[in-house]
T-cell receptor, first 114, second 112 residues
């Protein structure tokens, strides 16, 4: 069983389009995250949600809007896509107790904006 | 200077070699140290977790933290071609948001 799943795996789209990426975790975790990994492999936090509530919003353009319908899902909607948005986007979740600093990552969504 | 520095490599070694991967950091508040392994086109997966200073061993992997030097290491003994991946260090401070700061990863290639 996949612990953290993302769809789609690949996304190729034109500049200016709006797209969404879905994420689901079946680990029973309370906290979910979105990360962006650029071409140089830097992994940067974008958003963090705890029990459906936004707790961290790093310096991310407001074209990016996360939505958490329940604590097992955290979707990412991107408006007016730009060339610089091309990257790999990872969803992750973290346990509510114990090793809270550890993260469980999804397989990533490779976004290419043309 | 970035908070966490990690040489991107690639580091190429023959099968069976002992591999040493390292990170340096500048934030003395970091207490939790992690190593993640990321295979090509996959998400990172947690490999090792260490709190504060000292060593931790798990099979062929040993994580070492030297807080006085702000330096952490991951050693891989008897390296295998299946160890070929990018290894990311990550660290965080207590009392915060639990979101770690990641290094950029070191690409390791173990050739048969």
């Amino acid at each position: 069983d996949t612990a953290v799943s993302q769809t789609p795996k690949y996304l190729v789209t034109q500049m200016g389009n709006d797209k969404s990426i879905k994420c689901e975790q079946n680990l029973g975790h309370d906290t979910m995250y979105w990360y962006k990994q650029d071409s140089k492999k830097f992994l940067k936090i974008m958003f963090s949600y705890n029990n459906k509530e936004l707790i961290i919003n790093e310096t991310v353009p407001n074209r990016f809007s996360p939505k958490s319908p329940d604590k097992a899902h955290l979707n990412l909607h991107i408006n007016s896509l730009e060339l610089g948005d091309s990257a790999v986007y990872f969803c992750a979740s973290g346990p509510p107790t114990g090793l809270k600093e550890t993260q469980y990552f999804g397989p990533g969504t490779r976004l290419l904006v043309l | 200077q970035k908070e966490v520095e990690q040489d991107p490599g690639p580091l190429s070694v023959p099968e069976g070699a002992i591999v040493s991967l390292n990170c340096t950091y500048s934030n003395s508040a970091f207490q939790y140290f992690m190593w993640y392994r990321q295979y090509s086109r996959k998400g990172p997966e947690l490999l090792m977790y260490t709190y504060s200073s000292g060593n931790k061993e798990d099979g062929r992997f040993t994580a070492q933290v030297d807080k006085s030097s702000k330096y952490i290491s991951l050693f891989i003994r008897d390296s295998q071609p299946s160890d070929s991946a990018t290894y990311l260090c990550a660290m965080s401070a207590p009392g915060g948001s639990y979101i770690p700061t990641f290094g950029r990863g070191t690409s390791l290639i173990v050739h048969p």
